[in-house]
């Protein structure tokens, strides 16, 4: 299987900051990386597909980066509502496989 | 707009099967969509399950230990998910989801139901 890792686990960060996760893959994902925001009690919802595509309606204050292994999300302009657990995941080879989350918290 | 509901038992005890069911609407089970499950241990990560196409291929997780069936009802619209000898270890709350044939990306969520596995 192919092992998804991010950091951090969680970040403390203010309405405004520039917020950045990293996902990195133990081989090569090729594109197939894609970044899940879920709030509490809440389905997770796609935001970044392909490395980075954003879903529609997407905020164009989320962005994608990255290539091969190693990859980015990066919120310029952190908003109230962004305060939420973010996941990227793996869809280059079966099992498809989650990272650990990053869970982003109000400072 | 397309929509998904799970449904089934909330508890189940040790060792029986864990059944739930996805209810479709927005869009054909027999469209090119293949139909997964995800599921989430209480205060833990994301796990894919598997996922079944219309044809009743299925791809599913090994480390479920080919415990999983996964199947299709076209008359109803519909996919279900069995889980067998179920431990405390599968408690969580499990997702349908879909995605289009060639878009390797979950866009489509229920909205989750928690299954618990207690005697």
């Known amino acids: 299987d192919i092992q998804m890792t991010q950091s951090p686990s969680s970040l403390s960060a203010s309405v405004g900051d520039r917020v950045t996760i990293t996902c990195r893959a133990s081989?090569?994902?090729?594109?197939?990386l894609n970044w899940y925001q879920q709030k509490p009690g809440k389905a997770p919802n796609l935001l970044i597909y392909t490395i980075s595509t954003l879903q529609s309606g997407v905020p164009s204050r989320f962005s994608g980066s990255g290539s091969g292994t190693d990859f980015t999300l990066t919120i310029s302009s952190l908003q109230p509502e962004d305060f939420a657990t973010y996941y990227c995941q793996q869809t280059y080879n079966f099992p498809y496989t989650f990272g650990q989350g990053t869970k982003v918290e109000i400072k | 707009q397309v929509q998904l509901q799970e449904s089934g038992p909330g508890l189940v005890k040790p060792s029986g099967t864990l059944s739930l069911t996805c209810g479709v609407s927005?869009?054909?089970?027999?469209?090119?969509?293949?139909w997964s499950w995800v599921r989430q241990p209480p205060g833990e990560g994301l796990e894919w399950i598997g996922e079944v196409y219309q044809s009743g291929t299925t791809n599913d997780n090994p480390s479920l230990k080919s415990r999983v069936t996964m199947s299709v009802d076209k008359s109803k619209n519909q996919f279900s998910l069995k889980l067998s000898s179920v431990t405390a270890a599968d408690t969580a709350v499990y997702y349908c989801?879909?995605?289009?044939?060639?878009?390797?990306?979950?866009?489509?969520w229920g909205q989750g139901t928690l299954v618990t596995v207690s005697s």
């Open positions: 989801v879909t995605r289009r044939s060639g878009h390797y990306f979950l866009d489509y």
């Open positions: 081989q090569s994902v090729n594109t197939y």
């Open positions: 927005g869009v054909s089970i027999t469209s090119s969509n293949l």
